[in-house]
């Protein structure tokens, strides 16, 4: 697979901004049923599992309010990424043991799991090393911004 922009997987309508969830279950729901009623997972329930045998490998808080949970599944249609920002931070398994205020969940598709997963965890993690990034990002109120700084970075 080609060099993979963020345009491709980052859409306005996989996010939720001000999301009123308050658990890291919540959220994970949340996101999981918009990928469903979006199109990009066939099986919420599927894929929702699929993120927890993840969660399980390892820690997905990678610290500064930021948590990164990954699903890769064969109920994926679509490798996408979902993004929520929390009103109210939440617990969350952390490196730092701060809340998580902001929720980038990756839904990779089966035969994408290895190259185009490690690429855009990658371009996720360029921007997650900037603290500026990060103070715009937890402080996000509004979709187009919220596209245009993971887009144009």
Known sequence: MSE???KEVVHKELMVIQSASLS???VIHELGTLLYEKGYVTDANAFIDDVYLREEEGVT????GIAIPHGK?????????????LKEGIEWETLDGKLVKVIIMFAVKEE???????????????????DEFIEQLV?????D?????????
């Not at 402080?139 to 979709?143: A, C, E, G, N, T």
């Open 61 to 64: 808080g990678i610290g500064q």
């Open 24 to 26: 890291k279950d919540e």
């Open 4 to 6: 993979m922009s963020l």
């Open 139 to 143: 402080q996000i109120k509004d979709k």
């Open 112 to 130: 994408d799991a290895d190259i185009t997963h490690i690429l855009l965890l990658q371009k996720v993690a360029m921007l997650l090393a900037h």
């Open 73 to 85: 599944s064969m109920a994926v249609n679509q490798t996408t990424i979902a993004i929520a920002v």
């Open 145 to 153: 911004i919220l596209y245009d700084l993971l887009t144009q970075s």
